[in-house]
């Protein structure tokens, strides 16, 4: 739910004319689709009151949010941003490992990483 200042703020800037629909939208960081349900009374003046806190039972916030990361919409911390970790962690790992297992055959460091190293 949004907070109630952003919707009173769309409504003045509404009332106030001179702007587009969109150009409010942008401003105040909501969608164009917010903007034109206020603008036609389809969505009354209601929402999140100021501190209200919206906590779920694990201590986290069930509000979604956007991820610095990733840009997605979601309940922080973002999973999706923690798995892309893992498996660059996992990928660097492996090839570290390749590179480890070829050395140790004998072969040259170019057989094994394929010209990615500093040699």
Do not use: F, W
Not at 65 to 74: D, F, K, T, Y
Not at 93 to 110: F, Q, T, V, W
């Amino acid at each position: 739910m949004l907070p109630l200042e952003k919707i009173k703020e769309v409504r003045k800037l509404l009332d106030d004319g001179g702007h587009s629909q969109r150009a409010i939208a942008r401003s105040v960081g909501v969608s164009r689709g917010t903007v034109a349900q206020v603008a036609s009374g389809a969505r009354g003046l209601y929402g999140r009151e100021p501190g209200e806190q919206h906590v779920g039972r694990d201590g986290l916030s069930y509000l979604p949010e956007r991820c610095g990361g990733c840009g997605g919409l979601v309940r922080m911390p973002c999973l999706l941003c923690r798995a892309r970790a893992h498996a660059k962690r996992k990928r660097a790992e492996d090839l570290l490992a390749k590179a480890m297992l070829a050395k140790k055959n004998g072969a040259r460091c170019s057989d094994s990483c394929e010209g990615r190293c500093a040699r």
